[in-house]
């Protein structure tokens, strides 16, 4: 396959990681592999989500994993573009320059990290130069992008417990809709077995049949 890089994105709860594994076990025959992801907030962005969550006034349930909620007017830009320069080290360093890896699979990519930054603060960042636009370029730029989905129900059922529960109708808002205006091809893994799925995705990759 070469110097690949597939990114499977989709809403929590999808398949993703289920299918990454899969993928990766079913390429590993022929080529060298590594399994990757990026989302959230990381680096500088993550350390002062740490530092805010000290303050009450910055409390909040709009990030389920720091518990905070950063103010309306820190959004644009402050928050938006520290978000955006912390994260790409992490996608350097994990897709652009995976060095001794031919295929990198990521279970979570940059697509996966603008829905991340709309679900915790507003959809907004999407329009910004320097940082939703910018980050769209890159991801359909540098990777075969494959939208995992499952129907809300079922993503609810699979994630109830878990802390990002809450934000999954509105993961899933913003999911679909992105997927749909970038075009992307899609993998329905609602129901039916992960092997089932895997050859879905298999044939939306258009990977042939490695040799033995």
């Known amino acids: 396959?070469?110097?690949?890089?597939?990114?499977?994105?989709?809403?929590?709860?999808?398949?993703?990681?289920?299918?990454?594994?899969?993928?990766?076990?079913?390429?590993?025959?022929?080529?060298?592999?590594?399994?990757?992801?990026?989302?959230?907030?990381?680096?500088?962005?993550?350390?002062?989500?740490?530092?805010?969550?000290?303050f009450p006034s910055m409390r909040g349930v709009d990030n389920p994993y720091y518990g905070i909620?950063?103010?309306?007017?820190?959004?644009?830009?402050?928050?938006?573009?520290?978000?955006?320069?912390?994260?790409?080290?992490?996608?350097?360093?994990?897709?652009?320059?995976?060095?001794?890896?031919?295929?990198?699979?990521?279970?979570?990519?940059?697509?996966?990290?603008l829905v991340w930054v709309c679900v915790t603060t507003e959809p907004g960042f999407l329009k910004t130069l320097w940082g939703g636009r910018a980050t769209l370029a890159l991801a359909i730029k540098h990777c075969k992008n494959v939208f995992i989905i499952a129907d809300l129900k079922t993503l609810i059922k699979r994630k109830g417990r878990e802390p990002t529960a809450r934000t999954l109708p509105r993961q899933w808002v913003i999911y679909n809709a992105l997927a749909k205006s970038l075009n992307l091809v899609s993998v329905d893994a609602s129901s039916g077995t992960p092997i089932q799925s895997l050859i879905k995705l298999i044939k939306e990759l258009n990977i042939a049949k490695p040799s033995h």
């Open 1 to 54: 396959m070469g110097h690949d890089r597939i990114c499977l994105f989709g809403p929590d709860g999808s398949g993703k990681s289920t299918l990454a594994q899969l993928l990766a076990q079913y390429l590993m025959r022929n080529d060298h592999v590594r399994i990757s992801w990026i989302r959230g907030s990381h680096m500088a962005a993550s350390l002062l989500a740490r530092f805010l969550a000290l």
């Open 69 to 113: 909620s950063i103010p309306k007017n820190l959004r644009p830009p402050l928050w938006w573009f520290l978000e955006f320069i912390s994260v790409l080290p992490n996608w350097f360093f994990r897709f652009i320059m995976p060095s001794f890896y031919e295929i990198v699979i990521g279970e979570r990519g940059l697509l996966d990290f």
